[in-house]
């Protein structure tokens, strides 16, 4: 049984940073690229970052790029999200997302519907 689990949301302030942790249950989380997305209240779920199987490749979501770092520990089987210089358009609930097919990093990754297994989820609020 696959699981997911995000946690480290909050309320902060623009400016401030926070780190998003997904944990993987299950012994094949290194056969997978993991994904973040998230949604905004009354808007489509939207790609955040991506990250290869391996950890040494990522793409980002022109939104994000340059402020967010996706990062894992295969030996935790764990995904991270490092989000700094927060906006108050970056106030979503997070989700991280296991890719569909072992060993595929590239092609879609920006769909959501690459993804099997979702976490539930977890609320990033940044006040102005």
Not at 38 to 59: D, S
Not at 83 to 103: H, I, W
Request: hydrophobic share 35%; proline share 2%.
């Amino acid at each position: 049984q696959v699981q997911l689990v995000e946690s480290g949301g909050g309320l902060v302030q623009a400016g401030d940073s926070l780190r998003l942790s997904c944990a993987f249950s299950g012994r094949t989380f290194s056969m997978y690229a993991m994904g973040w997305f998230r949604q905004a209240p009354g808007k489509e779920r939207e790609f955040v970052a991506v990250i290869h199987w391996t950890g040494g490749n990522t793409y980002y979501a022109d939104s994000v790029k340059g402020r967010f770092t996706i990062s894992r520990d295969n030996a935790k089987n764990l995904v991270y999200l490092q989000m700094d210089s927060l906006k108050p358009e970056d106030t979503a609930v997070y989700y991280c997302a296991r890719r569909r097919q072992t060993f595929l990093y590239s092609g879609s990754y920006y769909l959501s519907s690459e993804y099997g297994y979702w976490g539930q989820g977890t609320q990033v609020t940044v006040s102005s």
